[in-house]
């Protein structure tokens, strides 16, 4: 089977940019994920069909290729002009071609049309897809998280740092094994990262919201910091107010080949506690400053 038409799976059109292709791809794979869509089939074949439509209209040769006519939707070769309807006349389906053909002389020459036929030479093994999950702090440090694959082997994937939730991650000659010495296929991993209680991301930056006490954000003063590299040591300076934000530098998304590591914005909160007797006597006789 060549498969549905890619653009038609990702809804785009023949002249959207690859801008266009990834924004339609990641949205439209975390719509059929399987693990939103648990025991769904039919979310799991269009799944399937969206990562095959990705794959091949996000590879500039392939797309240039599947354009000119040369391969299907699937990534095979198409047969030749001149082959595969050309002959009449025979059986009670209505003639040969070329899947009649093949069988008949499969054995004995390897196939209609030899090494040019689409069915006889050397082809490259279908992608597989799978899902992976993976913690905040595991895409802002980056690891090697390991998938389990149908047949019980395991394969170790290196989350590079800074991935992105509905990234795809493509490990070379990892899919299907290739069809008469051709090429393996790839492994297409999907990477969904799950959200962290006390950080957000802003690009290759961080962010938290972090409790000081009244005394602390009065007089100024040391705390310690939870950062996803470990806790740190952090000054607050004095008179600090509720929604005062400070960097600590490098303390983001790790670096990773020539980007640079991104920063921690740490957004203070005074917390007043349960104060004392002492502290409440001050304060009714105390008139604040403008």
């Given at each position: 089977m060549s498969g549905r038409d890619p653009y038609e799976v990702l809804g785009v059109a023949r002249t959207a940019s690859q801008d266009d292709i990834r924004k339609a791809y990641r949205k439209l794979a975390k719509k059929y994920h399987p693990d939103l869509n648990p025991d769904d089939k039919k979310a799991e074949e269009q799944f399937k069909a969206v990562n095959q439509a990705n794959d091949l209209l996000s590879d500039a040769e392939k797309?240039?290729?599947?354009?000119?006519?040369?391969?299907?939707?699937?990534?095979?070769?198409?047969?030749?002009?001149?082959?595969?309807?050309?002959?009449?006349?025979?059986?009670?389906?209505?003639?040969?071609?070329?899947?009649?053909?093949?069988?008949?002389?499969?054995?004995?020459?390897?196939?209609?049309?030899?090494?040019?036929?689409?069915?006889?030479?050397?082809?490259?093994?279908?992608?597989?897809?799978?899902?992976?999950?993976?913690?905040?702090?595991?895409?802002?440090?980056?690891?090697?998280?390991?998938?389990?694959?149908?047949?019980?082997?395991?394969?170790?994937?290196?989350?590079?740092?800074?991935?992105?939730?509905?990234?795809?991650?493509?490990?070379?000659?990892?899919?299907?094994?290739?069809?008469?010495?051709?090429?393996?296929?790839?492994a297409l991993i999907t990477v969904t990262v799950q959200p962290d209680a006390t950080y957000t991301r802003d690009g290759v930056d961080l962010r938290e919201t972090l409790p000081v006490d009244i005394k602390t954000a009065v007089l100024g003063g040391p705390i310690m910091v939870p950062t996803p590299t470990g806790t740190v040591r952090m000054n607050v300076p004095a008179n600090s107010d509720s929604g005062t934000v400070l960097r600590l530098r490098g303390k983001g998304v790790q670096a990773y080949g020539k980007r640079e590591a991104g920063n921690l914005y740490v957004t203070l909160q005074v917390k007043i506690g349960k104060a004392d007797a002492a502290l409440e006597t001050f304060l009714k006789d105390w008139t604040p400053q403008a």
């Amino acid at each position: 089977m060549s498969g549905r038409d890619p653009y038609e799976v990702l809804g785009v059109a023949r002249t959207a940019s690859q801008d266009d292709i990834r924004k339609a791809y990641r949205k439209l794979a975390k719509k059929y994920h399987p693990d939103l869509n648990p025991d769904d089939k039919k979310a799991e074949e269009q799944f399937k069909a969206v990562n095959q439509a990705n794959d091949l209209l996000s590879d500039a040769e392939k797309r240039a290729r599947f354009d000119r006519g040369e391969i299907d939707a699937s990534g095979q070769e198409r047969a030749p002009h001149g082959y595969g309807g050309g002959f009449h006349g025979g059986g009670a389906g209505g003639g040969f071609n070329e899947e009649n053909l093949n069988d008949l002389f499969g054995s004995m020459f390897g196939g209609f049309g030899g090494a040019r036929g689409r069915r006889g030479g050397p082809r490259q093994g279908a992608d597989s897809s799978y899902a992976l999950k993976v913690s905040f702090q595991d895409a802002v440090n980056g690891t090697t998280s390991r998938v389990s694959l149908p047949d019980g082997s395991t394969l170790d994937v290196k989350i590079p740092p800074g991935i992105e939730d509905g990234q795809v991650l493509r490990l070379r000659g990892k899919g299907n094994p290739g069809v008469q010495g051709g090429p393996d296929g790839d492994a297409l991993i999907t990477v969904t990262v799950q959200p962290d209680a006390t950080y957000t991301r802003d690009g290759v930056d961080l962010r938290e919201t972090l409790p000081v006490d009244i005394k602390t954000a009065v007089l100024g003063g040391p705390i310690m910091v939870p950062t996803p590299t470990g806790t740190v040591r952090m000054n607050v300076p004095a008179n600090s107010d509720s929604g005062t934000v400070l960097r600590l530098r490098g303390k983001g998304v790790q670096a990773y080949g020539k980007r640079e590591a991104g920063n921690l914005y740490v957004t203070l909160q005074v917390k007043i506690g349960k104060a004392d007797a002492a502290l409440e006597t001050f304060l009714k006789d105390w008139t604040p400053q403008a």
